[in-house]
């Protein structure tokens, strides 16, 4: 039988890249490309807080509390919660060798496949505490999907696009949370077992929708390149996710992978954990860890927001439909975050956010010293509506911009490692807040009440002050530039000004002050095979 045309094509332009061609001018021309083209022309998680407020489940795991009816007992929202975060640091990092190993669609399949047979064990728990074990079981399945999708999310996309596809993983996140509270919204008025099960159950559809579409997505490119003999299948996922045009060559867009990934082996970045806490890495990892600690600790309710509401004085019904509302208006700050990353930047964008926060967490927690707080319901009313604010801007800005900047700052050969540790961190922040959220607001514990935002708002003001002087501008950067300004030690206010006028002098510069005295090859046949 004849080759296709395009088969043809894919057997020989490894062929052609790797012997013919100056492997310089291609990815020069690739990188002019990817700042050149237009936005137009490139065109589950869990949330338990919920339950804790439904009327069915709290009568059916919790305990009766005089004054106050049946709550879940506070260690208890810890332990199902604090069990899913335990579980997202072991999945973080066990998920990055099959991932490496594999490849991230294989990956991902086993973990939709887990997610299912996982789904069993929540949907049929007769107690708390097969709950609370299904949970930490669900949460090692759920870090591997915070790792796969931020690394696959920043390496299939061309660079006026990476942005927003790694933001997109916040939306996915408010949808999950949309859907969740609505539908736990819809049983609300149900006492019998359903009204939790029946939300644990619609768990089942997302491994099917899935599976069914995970043959049609290819590989990641920038994992193929690395990978002995699989040039020819990198080229393949590349003509899967683009159409060649005179202005796209995937010849040129090859090369450069290529010669990004060779320029890190030229400067000696590892590929273990240990080599995320060296050199230029080092700073890398703290941007991406601290982004996630400010995400946690900025205050967002959207956690516990249901339980919040209902603890500050609100109904379990006007809890719910808070909930719905919150989740709703995130859903469309999440679609305007395009605004920020487009016009303003990474960096204006997070600072901004911040301040933001900082000013509304303090508003809210004031609020409580009214004079007739206990008495005047618009107070309650009040309190809930600047939340719901704080919750769209933080959605439109702080929410995505930490997954565009968390997968667009590490290394190509460390991005999985990085991610993983910055996904541990990101799940131990978390468990803090979970830890401290319920305690602080249970009525049966510390009951602060909106007050807790004190200790937020204090937080965020540490989190400002780091954002001003250590989180880079990071837009309009290729990872080979990104690279460059990491590897010169640019401070992070000027990341946005520096220019690179010569790719190629700079990483010769810095190949040499790294100690290897090999320049990068200027001839593709000179180039190591990858």
């Not at 929202?77 to 991230?104: C, D, F, H, I, N």
């Not at 949309?178 to 609300?188: D, S």
């Not at 956690?303 to 019904?317: D, M, N, P, R, W």
């Amino acid at each position: 039988m004849e080759k296709q045309p395009e088969e043809d094509w894919v057997e020989t332009t490894a062929k052609e890249t790797m012997k013919k061609d100056n492997i310089t001018d291609l990815a020069s021309r690739a990188t002019a490309m990817e700042h050149e083209l237009g936005y137009w022309e490139a065109f589950k998680i869990y949330k338990k807080g919920n339950f804790y407020a439904l009327p069915a489940f709290q009568q059916a795991f919790g305990q009766e509390v005089p004054g106050h009816g049946y709550q879940i007992p506070a260690r208890w929202q810890v332990a199902m919660s604090m069990g899913s975060l335990v579980g997202q640091v072991v999945g973080a990092y066990l998920v990055t060798y099959p991932m490496e190993k594999y490849g991230r669609k294989k990956t991902f399949a086993v973990c939709l496949v887990l997610t299912a047979i996982l789904t069993f064990m929540q949907f049929f728990a007769s107690s708390i505490g097969i709950l609370a074990a299904s949970q930490y079981m669900s949460g090692i399945v759920w870090g591997s999907y915070c790792v796969i999708a931020t690394t696959y999310a920043s390496e299939v996309l061309p660079l006026r696009l990476r942005g927003f596809l790694t933001g997109y993983i916040n939306l996915c996140y408010v949808m999950g949370q949309f859907i969740q509270t609505g539908v736990t919204r819809g049983f609300i008025n149900r006492i019998d077992q359903w009204a939790y099960r029946i939300p644990f159950a619609i768990q089942w559809v997302w491994p099917i929708v899935l599976l069914a579409g995970l043959p049609f997505a290819p590989e990641s490119p920038w994992w193929l390149i690395r990978q002995d003999n699989r040039m020819d299948d990198a080229e393949k996922a590349l003509l899967r996710l683009l159409r060649p045009t005179p202005k796209v060559d995937p010849k040129e867009i090859i090369a450069m992978m290529v010669k990004t990934d060779t320029f890190e082996r030229e400067i000696e970045v590892g590929s273990t954990y240990a080599d995320c806490w060296k050199g230029s890495n080092r700073r890398r990892m703290e941007i991406c860890i601290c982004l996630f600690v400010i995400q946690n600790f900025s205050g967002n309710p959207v956690g516990f927001a249901t339980y919040f509401f209902e603890q500050i004085g609100l109904t379990s019904v006007q809890s719910f439909d808070m909930g719905v509302g919150l989740n709703g208006l995130g859903f469309v700050g999440t679609l305007c975050s395009a605004i920020p990353l487009i016009y303003f930047g990474r960096r204006v964008s997070y600072i901004f956010a911040v301040s933001f926060m900082v000013t509304v967490l303090f508003i809210v927690a004031l609020i409580s010293f009214a004079h007739d707080y206990t008495t005047n319901y618009s107070y309650r009313w009040a309190q809930a509506t600047l939340l719901i604010i704080l919750q769209f801007v933080w959605q439109a800005t702080l929410g995505p911009l930490t997954y565009v900047v968390v997968c667009e700052t590490p290394s190509t050969k460390l991005r999985s490692k990085t991610l993983a540790i910055a996904t541990s961190i990101d799940a131990l922040t978390g468990l803090v807040t979970t830890v401290i959220g319920p305690y602080l607001l249970n009525p049966g514990a510390a009951n602060a009440g909106a007050k807790i935002e004190f200790l937020y708002g204090g937080i965020s003001v540490f989190s400002l002050i780091w954002c001003i002087f250590r989180l880079p501008e990071t837009k309009g950067r290729t990872f080979e530039e990104l690279d460059i300004l990491f590897e010169r030690r640019v401070p992070a206010r000027k990341f946005n000004a520096y220019v690179i006028e010569d790719l190629d002098a700079e990483e010769i510069k810095i190949a040499a002050s790294s100690g290897n005295v090999k320049a990068f090859p200027s001839n593709v046949d000179q180039a190591p095979d990858v």
